[in-house]
């Protein structure tokens, strides 16, 4: 099989926003990677893509398995162009003083070491190639404070920051570095919310929830040539909810 034109790989992707971004990058010319905890999730998105795709189950928490990914993709199609790091926990609800250093550990160990890892791996790739584009998925709750999800603020507010670092710090080798900033929307993360608090929430977005392919937009931009003067953005999708 001949190169493709673009190589993108996806943590993260068989959870509604990673299916969703990895449907909308589906492009002619294009080869996916899908990397997921869930193997049956995976394969179930890669049956409904039409070109080439490869997934790999990985704990984005561990960088090995990280790396080991990275390195399919370079193995199996030639590189690497684009790495969305999407996968991301949140749980469980609860103030602060409940809360055990298990669910930090949980939170940090996959909202922020996976994307730290993510990152890590597709840098040395992309330097090697001469660019490239990262995409994290950070929050609008790492921009404002959502009570019970301290953990969670706490992790996506680090990816906006440490997305900044990182554009300034690999701009000069063409390696571009945004995130997108999701409002609430509907999917597996939002359906472990307490009823009460998502009520709460719905509330706070004008727009009201969105869906996955609502947010599916924002990162084909930051993936695309059509964002090639765009570095260190936090692009928010929320509905309106940071708007006030």
């Given at each position: 099989?001949?190169?493709?034109?673009?190589?993108?790989?996806?943590?993260?992707?068989?959870?509604?926003?990673?299916?969703?971004?990895?449907?909308?990058?589906?492009?002619?010319?294009?080869?996916?990677?899908l990397c997921?905890?869930?193997?049956?999730?995976?394969?179930?998105?890669?049956?409904?893509?039409?070109?080439?795709?490869?997934?790999?189950?990985?704990?984005?928490?561990?960088?090995?398995?990280?790396?080991?990914?990275?390195?399919?993709?370079?193995?199996?199609?030639?590189?690497?162009?684009?790495?969305?790091?999407?996968?991301?926990?949140?749980?469980?609800?609860?103030?602060?003083?409940?809360?055990?250093?298990?669910?930090?550990?949980?939170?940090?160990?996959?909202?922020?070491?996976?994307?730290?890892?993510?990152?890590?791996?597709?840098?040395?790739?992309?330097?090697?190639?001469?660019?490239?584009?990262?995409?994290?998925?950070a929050s609008?709750?790492?921009?404002?404070?959502?009570?019970?999800?301290?953990?969670?603020?706490?992790?996506?507010?680090?990816?906006?920051?440490?997305?900044?670092?990182?554009?300034?710090?690999?701009?000069?080798?063409?390696?571009?570095?945004?995130?997108?900033?999701?409002?609430?929307?509907?999917?597996?993360?939002?359906?472990?919310?307490?009823?009460?608090?998502?009520?709460?929430?719905?509330?706070?977005?004008?727009?009201?929830?969105?869906?996955?392919?609502?947010?599916?937009?924002?990162?084909?931009?930051l993936a695309?040539?059509?964002?090639?003067?765009?570095?260190?953005?936090?692009?928010?999708?929320?509905?309106?909810?940071?708007?006030?």
């Open positions: 099989m001949a190169d493709p034109d673009r190589v993108v790989l996806v943590t993260g992707a068989a959870g509604g926003l990673g299916a969703a971004v990895a449907r909308r990058l589906a492009e002619p010319g294009t080869a996916l990677v997921d905890l869930s193997g049956s999730g995976l394969s179930e998105v890669a049956g409904s893509l039409d070109v080439p795709t490869l997934t790999r189950v990985v704990d984005v928490g561990d960088a090995v398995q990280v790396d080991a990914a990275v390195a399919a993709a370079v193995e199996e199609f030639g590189g690497l162009n684009v790495m969305v790091n999407n996968a991301g926990v949140i749980a469980p609800n609860a103030r602060i003083h409940n809360l055990t250093a298990a669910d930090w550990d949980l939170q940090v160990r996959v909202n922020l070491m996976g994307v730290v890892h993510g990152m890590t791996a597709a840098i040395r790739v992309m330097r090697k190639a001469g660019g490239g584009s990262i995409v994290n998925t609008v709750a790492g921009l404002t404070a959502w009570a019970y999800a301290a953990p969670y603020c706490a992790t996506k507010a680090a990816v906006v920051h440490l997305t900044k670092v990182a554009a300034v710090e690999y701009a000069k080798e063409r390696i571009r570095v945004n995130c997108v900033c999701p409002g609430t929307f509907s999917s597996g993360m939002s359906e472990k919310i307490p009823r009460e608090a998502m009520a709460a929430l719905e509330a706070k977005h004008p727009l009201g929830f969105g869906t996955p392919d609502d947010l599916a937009g924002a990162f084909a931009y695309g040539d059509e964002s090639r003067w765009t570095t260190g953005a936090a692009i928010v999708v929320d509905g309106g909810y940071a708007a006030p």
